[in-house]
């Protein structure tokens, strides 16, 4: 991100007593379709933790920014298992 941009951010939370691993679970908006990356020690998402990714459409920036921007105005999102059809949260 660059200084003076104010991207679009998804924050996951992790409310369990477990660590958590995102990587591989897939993000939706009414058009879109990105996967979290796998094999990054940082989608190991510990109790009580957070993760940013940042809905941007600027992939090139880095593994955690995703294809596709928020709408000013409102829009659907979701987080799915790796199958891309079982909704975790909405």
Do not use: C, R
């Not at 958590?20 to 993000?27: M, N, S």
């Amino acid at each position: 991100m660059k200084l003076g941009e104010f991207n679009d951010w998804i924050e996951l939370y992790n409310s369990s007593t477990d660590s958590v691993e995102i990587g591989g679970l897939i993000l939706k908006d009414q058009i879109d379709t990105w996967a979290i990356p796998t094999g990054n020690s940082l989608t190991l998402i510990p109790p009580g933790g957070h993760f940013l990714l940042w809905a941007d459409d600027q992939e090139f920036q880095g593994d955690f920014y995703t294809n596709f921007k928020l709408a000013s105005g409102g829009e659907f999102s979701g987080l799915y298992e790796s199958d891309g059809a079982t909704v975790i949260d909405s």
